[in-house]
């Protein structure tokens, strides 16, 4: 196993390299440059010279790219990631405070999904043609079919302006706010749009590959042998069953890191997914890199966690 | 004249003649239907399939039909009918269609819709065509030629399928275009075709050495002819199903886009540039978030189920549920 | 564990078993009216082409029928005592217990993710009071038994490491582990190479006289049955068509069914140009002829067989579902003049007549 995961690590390294030459392409070739937002009536242009050197646009490209990849990869520097065009503080900075409240929207969503939708999965899938099945899986399709940032506006709308229950944007109330409750508070809608359409799928997929399971032979041997039909399900079944919904999860933890972009900028939620946008629209070139090899780090992590996991849970890989 | 007892016999051997001819063909017989006739009937023994086919038409045709008949009642702004009730005569006594009422700026809602659906399902249906035409392309040579070129080309696919697509799709709108149709197109479609690529090499990699190929070409059927006959249906059946639920996923991409204000301006009619207008008058005009809202919610249910139809339809080896 | 119930009567009784299957598309009559009896220690075949009713008649007697079939009629009993009766409590203390059951494909048929001596230490414990370390021993035990090499270390391996050989050697020992009176084998050899069918029989009948084990065995494969049974049981679309003694069944057939599928069998002694086959096909479960299921494709058809045939009683428990006399020759008209069926048959005709 440990060779196998070095061995994917190092893989995964062109990965990166490519996904870098990809997002560095993407901002060469869009028309404009950095140092535009810059220009004013009263600038003088030895003032632009200076700064075009000073981001080192007027080195050749190749020369911009290895000196930008070779810096981003130095981590442990503060000034690793450049610098935000907008603030000038440094991009690492400004990702690493915002980390924290993605991490809590995301995981909170996460733990939501897990929780209920492996139960209601294998609810479906043991009482199928039941009146529940019919109406979880009823309610997986609809609730898979809502866009989530539809479930965000309607939630928002429901629950901030018709209930007038919870708070319209932001983490925290701008007045005497903070506390843990009142956080969770701000939480509830953004976390329920992320998780609503989360549970939908999970719980398709829970409930298809139990049903995949329970038609196998060895379920029907087990009840062969006398065994109750509680421990065919929850033994038998479900230990084989779960094995691919364990890689479904280490494949859902990137979207934890991209941030939910959508669902954060609707509830103005000061996380990751929100900054990214500003960035992108304010042409913040250094924090929009920084935020692809973010991003595509996160996938690679997440396949590698899923593969990884699911050699643990299936007797059957070798690696 | 033949006698009654005659009559009899005679009548015994035909019913016996009629009876063996029946069973004889009961034994032999077996109805052979064609591919396409089983993939039809499975198709249409679906109910959601159909419906959700028939909703697509339905949402098509409210998209291609309003905006001929209202024309641009769309942009027409009427500032005298701020937020008006609907009604079907203006004071003028003109017939008009808006059975929605109009928006804050007097729009007609129902033409706007119309309008928006249309706009929607073009960029949807052109960015799908976009991705399959990419995925077909690099899939089958990949699939079909193997080795270092496929090696090569999937490790370009990781590449795509590793980076952030939402967050590149809202770089590359917003760096190269802002507002343009075309590049929200482009943008959709040369992130999504990775799925489609991957499809689609999967099905040539297993379809070269399956057996009834084999025996085609053991049979001296040309190459052209192996491809077209036996290569492709099976081949287009995943690109079929994905295409389809590509359509739905790449609407609900440019409405997030044009929501968050990246994709097409607010003077545009498209399902996001609606939701993104409505958005700020949750208090006085609410339902000018639900239209555009259920028009989105009903292409993408009718997607879905026409997706899992034609999947169940063109490969039932897929279905889970055999008891 | 069982006691053995070594009493004088029959160890199975299955009496008018009806097993349907309510389809969509209409309802499938799987098993229709099968009645039979195994004997402590005998081993009997049911034989038959794919559908005709056999693995489903071996699921209805371990009650493992599932939506959308039920057991309509019918009586299985088990030392006397019917299962059809007994709560679903109940029958799992019978299953794997006083009956086991071992399935065609050992590749699927073992659960993946435990290892052998898990699966098989799981089905002692169930059944006995016996704790983990007791029911581990036995595992290893019976995996000796069965001519494991190296059973201690393969029964902490997992199936996939094992061959397909091995794996049905490893159902055969978690099914005989709490010493059953009754094994049911639904086609165990057919998924297995030649030589391996051999050693898995040859196993199967060491272990019958060890244990004094009844064995319903179900195939399709002819010299297995000619190997292991001691009477033998012929199924069509549903329903018995024929049953006997083994000598008897091969050597004196009855039922045109049972001559067609042993003269269908290539003969290494005779040389033939061309095989013999049964014309036509099993007919469909949801368009079946009336009167004689096998009319349509026997070569000794007559008018009568538009009728139901009766089950005659050919003497020495041999009995065969057919209009032609004990002595193989079409029936003369009226000269079956006793019981309802001479009535129908008379019916019949006259209808056909008219």
């Given at each position: 196993?440990?060779?196998y995961?070095?061995r994917?690590?190092?893989?995964a390294i062109p990965i990166?390299?490519?996904?870098a030459?990809v997002?560095?392409?993407?901002v060469?070739l869009?028309p404009?440059s950095p140092?535009?937002?810059?220009?004013g009536?009263?600038?003088k242009?030895?003032t632009?010279a200076?700064?075009?050197?000073?981001y080192?646009?007027?080195?050749?490209?190749p020369?911009?790219f290895?000196?930008?990849?070779?810096?981003f990869?130095q981590?442990w520097?503060r000034e690793?990631w450049?610098f935000?065009?907008?603030?000038?503080?440094?991009?690492?900075?400004?990702?690493?405070?915002r980390?924290?409240a993605t991490?809590?929207l995301?995981?909170?969503?996460?733990?939501?999904?897990?929780?209920?939708a492996?139960?209601?999965?294998?609810?479906?899938?043991v009482?199928q043609?039941?009146?529940?099945?019919?109406i979880i899986?009823?309610?997986?399709?609809?609730?898979?079919s809502?866009?989530?940032?539809l479930?965000?506006i309607y939630?928002?709308?429901l629950g901030?302006v018709?209930l007038?229950a919870?708070?319209?944007f932001?983490?925290?109330?701008?007045?005497g706010g903070?506390s843990?409750?009142?956080?969770?508070?701000?939480?509830?809608?953004?976390?329920?749009s992320?998780?609503?359409?989360?549970?939908?799928g999970w719980?398709?997929?829970?409930?298809?590959k139990m049903l995949e399971?329970l038609n196998?032979?060895y379920?029907?041997t087990a009840?062969?042998?006398?065994?109750?039909?509680?421990?065919?399900?929850?033994k038998?079944?479900l230990?084989?069953a779960?094995?691919p919904v364990i890689?479904?999860?280490?494949l859902?933890l990137p979207?934890?890191l991209?941030?939910?972009?959508?669902?954060e900028?609707?509830?103005?939620?000061p996380g990751?997914?929100?900054?990214?946008?500003?960035?992108?629209?304010?042409?913040d070139?250094?924090?929009?890199?920084a935020?692809v090899?973010?991003?595509g780090?996160g996938?690679?992590?997440?396949?590698?966690?899923?593969?990884v996991?699911?050699g643990?849970?299936?007797?059957?890989?070798k690696y | 004249?033949?006698?009654?007892a005659?009559?009899?016999?005679l009548e015994?051997?035909r019913?016996r003649?009629?009876?063996?001819?029946?069973e004889?063909?009961?034994i032999?017989?077996?109805?052979?239907?064609?591919?396409w006739q089983?993939?039809r009937?499975?198709?249409?023994?679906?109910r959601?399939a159909?419906?959700g086919?028939i909703?697509l038409v339905?949402?098509?045709?409210?998209?291609?039909?309003?905006p001929?008949?209202?024309g641009?009642?769309?942009?027409?702004?009427?500032?005298?009918?701020p937020?008006?009730?609907p009604?079907l005569?203006?004071?003028?006594?003109n017939?008009?269609f808006a059975?929605?009422g109009y928006?804050?700026t007097g729009?007609?809602l129902?033409?706007?819709?119309?309008?928006?659906?249309?706009?929607?399902?073009?960029?949807?249906?052109?960015?799908?065509?976009?991705?399959v035409t990419i995925?077909i392309?690099i899939g089958?040579?990949?699939?079909?030629?193997?080795g270092w070129l496929?090696?090569v080309?999937?490790?370009?696919?990781?590449v795509?399928l590793?980076?952030?697509?939402?967050?590149?799709i809202?770089?590359?709108?917003?760096?190269?275009?802002g507002?343009?149709v075309?590049?929200?197109i482009?943008?959709?479609?040369i992130t999504?075709?990775t799925?489609?690529?991957r499809?689609?090499?999967?099905?040539?990699l297993?379809?070269?050495?399956?057996?009834?190929?084999?025996?085609?070409?053991?049979?001296?059927?040309s190459?052209?002819?192996?491809?077209?006959?036996?290569?492709l249906?099976?081949?287009?059946?995943?690109i079929?199903?994905?295409?389809t639920?590509?359509?739905a996923?790449?609407?609900?991409v440019?409405s997030?886009?044009?929501?968050?204000g990246f994709g097409?301006g607010s003077q545009?009619?498209?399902?996001?540039?609606?939701?993104?207008?409505?958005?700020?008058y949750?208090?006085?005009?609410p339902l000018k978030?639900v239209y555009?809202?259920v028009?989105?919610?009903?292409?993408?249910l009718s997607?879905?189920?026409?997706g899992?139809?034609?999947?169940?339809a063109?490969?039932?080896?897929?279905?889970?549920?055999?008891? | 564990?069982t006691?053995?119930?070594?009493g004088?009567?029959?160890?199975?009784e299955i009496?008018?078993?009806?097993t349907h299957f309510?389809?969509?598309?209409?309802?499938?009559k799987a098993?229709d009216?099968?009645?039979?009896?195994?004997?402590?220690?005998?081993?009997?075949g049911?034989?038959?082409?794919?559908g005709c009713g056999?693995?489903?008649?071996?699921?209805?007697?371990?009650?493992?029928?599932d939506?959308p079939?039920?057991i309509v009629?019918?009586?299985?009993?088990?030392n006397?005592?019917?299962l059809?009766t007994k709560?679903?409590?109940?029958?799992?203390?019978?299953r794997?217990d006083?009956?086991s059951?071992?399935f065609?494909e050992?590749?699927?048929?073992?659960?993946?993710?435990?290892?052998c001596g898990?699966?098989?230490?799981?089905?002692v414990?169930?059944h006995?009071?016996m704790?983990r370390?007791e029911?581990w021993?036995r595992?290893?035990?019976?995996?000796r038994l069965?001519?494991?090499p190296?059973?201690k270390?393969?029964a902490t391996?997992?199936?996939?490491?094992?061959s397909g050989?091995?794996?049905?050697?490893v159902?055969?020992?978690?099914a005989?582990?709490?010493?059953?009176?009754?094994?049911?084998?639904d086609?165990?050899?057919?998924?297995?190479?030649v030589t391996?069918?051999?050693?898995i029989l040859e196993?199967?009948?060491?272990?019958?006289?060890k244990?004094?084990m009844?064995?319903?065995?179900i195939?399709?494969?002819?010299g297995?049955?000619?190997?292991?049974?001691d009477?033998?049981?012929?199924?069509?679309a549903?329903?018995?068509v024929e049953?006997?003694d083994?000598?008897t069944?091969f050597g004196a057939p009855?039922?045109?069914?049972?001559k067609?599928?042993?003269?269908?069998?290539p003969?290494?002694?005779?040389?033939?140009?061309?095989?013999?086959?049964?014309?036509?096909?099993?007919?469909s479960p949801l368009?079946?002829p009336?009167?004689?299921?096998f009319k349509r494709?026997?070569p000794?058809?007559m008018?009568?067989?538009?009728?139901?045939?009766?089950?005659r009683d050919?003497?020495?428990?041999?009995?065969?579902?057919?209009?032609l006399?004990?002595?193989?020759?079409?029936p003369e008209?009226?000269?079956?003049?006793?019981?309802p069926?001479?009535?129908e048959?008379?019916e019949?005709?006259?209808?056909?007549?008219?």
């Open positions: 196993m440990g060779s995961i070095i994917r690590t190092i893989q990166l390299f490519g996904v030459i997002s560095f392409a993407i060469q869009s404009g140092i535009d937002r810059f220009r009536a009263n600038v242009p030895e632009l200076n700064l075009a050197r000073l080192g646009l007027d080195q050749p490209i020369q911009q290895v000196s930008w990849i070779t810096t990869l981590v520097r690793a450049g935000s065009l907008s603030d000038g503080r440094p991009v690492r900075d400004v990702i690493f405070s980390m924290p991490l809590l995301g995981g909170v969503a996460l733990a939501l999904t897990i929780v209920v492996v139960p209601i999965g294998i609810l479906a899938a009482k043609y039941s009146w529940a099945d019919k899986t009823t309610f997986a399709t609809v609730g898979y809502i866009p989530s940032f479930l965000g939630l928002l709308y901030g018709v007038h919870f708070p319209l932001g983490m925290r109330s701008l007045v903070g843990p409750l009142d956080i969770a508070h701000h939480m509830v809608l953004p976390v329920l992320l998780a609503i359409q989360q549970i939908a719980s398709r997929y829970v409930r298809a399971v196998q032979d379920v029907r009840k062969a042998k006398g065994l109750s039909s509680n421990r065919v399900t929850y038998h079944a230990r084989n779960l094995i890689t479904l999860f280490g859902t979207g934890l991209s941030g939910a972009v959508i669902t900028t609707i509830f103005s939620w990751l997914g929100q900054l990214g946008v500003i960035a992108v629209a304010q042409r070139y250094p924090l929009v890199l935020f090899m973010l991003g780090f996938v690679v992590a997440g396949n590698l966690l899923a593969d996991l699911y643990v849970a299936d007797p059957r890989i | 004249m033949v006698s009654q005659d009559s009899t016999a015994i051997e019913r003649r009629e009876e063996a001819e029946a004889s063909e009961e032999d017989r077996t109805p052979v239907r064609s591919y089983l993939v009937r499975r198709f249409l023994g679906h959601l159909v419906f086919a909703a339905v949402l098509a045709l409210y998209g291609i039909v309003v001929i008949v209202t641009d009642a769309w942009t027409l702004t009427h500032l005298f009918l937020d008006a009730p009604q005569f203006d004071k003028d006594g017939f008009t059975i929605l928006n804050e729009q007609d129902f033409a706007r819709l119309g309008k928006a659906t249309q706009t929607s399902l073009e960029i949807g249906l052109a960015a799908v065509l976009i991705i995925g392309f089958s040579i990949a699939g079909y030629v193997g496929d090696n080309m999937m490790r370009f696919v990781d795509m590793s980076l952030p697509a939402l967050f590149v809202l770089m590359i709108t917003a760096f190269f275009g507002g343009n075309w590049v929200v482009l943008a959709i479609g999504g075709w799925t489609a690529a499809l689609v090499r999967a099905e040539f297993s379809l070269r050495e399956v057996d009834y190929v084999q025996a085609a070409r053991a049979l001296g059927a190459p052209r002819r192996i491809i077209i006959r036996h290569m249906p099976p081949a287009l059946a995943p079929v199903v994905a295409a639920l590509g359509i996923d790449s609407v609900v440019e997030a886009l044009s929501f968050l097409l545009e009619a498209s399902l996001g540039t609606m939701l993104e207008n409505a958005q700020n949750f208090f006085s005009g978030v555009p809202g028009v989105l919610i009903l292409i993408v997607a879905s189920f026409l899992d139809g034609l999947r169940d063109l490969d039932p080896r897929q279905r889970i549920e055999t008891k | 564990m006691a053995a119930n070594f004088t009567g029959p160890l199975l009496k008018g078993l009806k309510f389809t969509q598309d209409g309802t499938v098993v009216d099968v009645s039979f009896q195994i004997a402590h220690g005998q081993t009997m049911v034989v038959g082409e794919s056999k693995s489903i008649t071996s699921l209805s007697v371990m009650r493992l029928i939506r079939g039920r009629d019918g009586q299985i009993l088990l006397g005592v019917n059809l709560s679903e409590d109940d029958m799992r203390d019978v794997g006083q009956m059951m071992i065609q050992p590749m699927t048929s073992l659960n993946p993710v435990f290892t898990d699966q098989i230490s799981e089905a414990q169930q006995s009071s704790g370390r029911a021993d595992a290893v035990e019976m995996l069965v001519g494991i190296d059973a270390r393969r391996e997992h199936p996939h490491e094992l050989g091995m794996r049905q050697r159902m055969i020992a978690m005989l582990s709490t010493d059953p009176d009754l094994l049911i084998a086609e165990p050899t057919t998924a297995l190479d391996i069918q051999a050693q196993l199967m009948r060491s272990l019958r006289e244990n004094r009844a064995i319903m065995l195939t399709h494969d002819l297995v049955v000619a190997e292991m049974a009477e033998v049981v012929v199924m069509y549903g329903k018995i049953r006997g083994v000598k069944i009855h039922h045109p069914y049972t067609g599928l042993l003269r269908s069998i003969r290494l002694d005779a040389r033939v140009d061309r095989l013999e086959v049964i014309k036509g096909t099993v007919p368009n079946l009336t009167g004689c299921l494709r026997c000794q058809r008018r009568i067989c538009d009728v139901a045939p009766p089950v050919l003497g020495h428990e041999h009995v065969s579902r057919c209009w006399t004990p002595a193989g020759e079409e008209v009226g000269a079956e003049t006793k019981g069926e001479a009535e048959a008379a019949a005709l006259t209808v056909a007549a008219r």
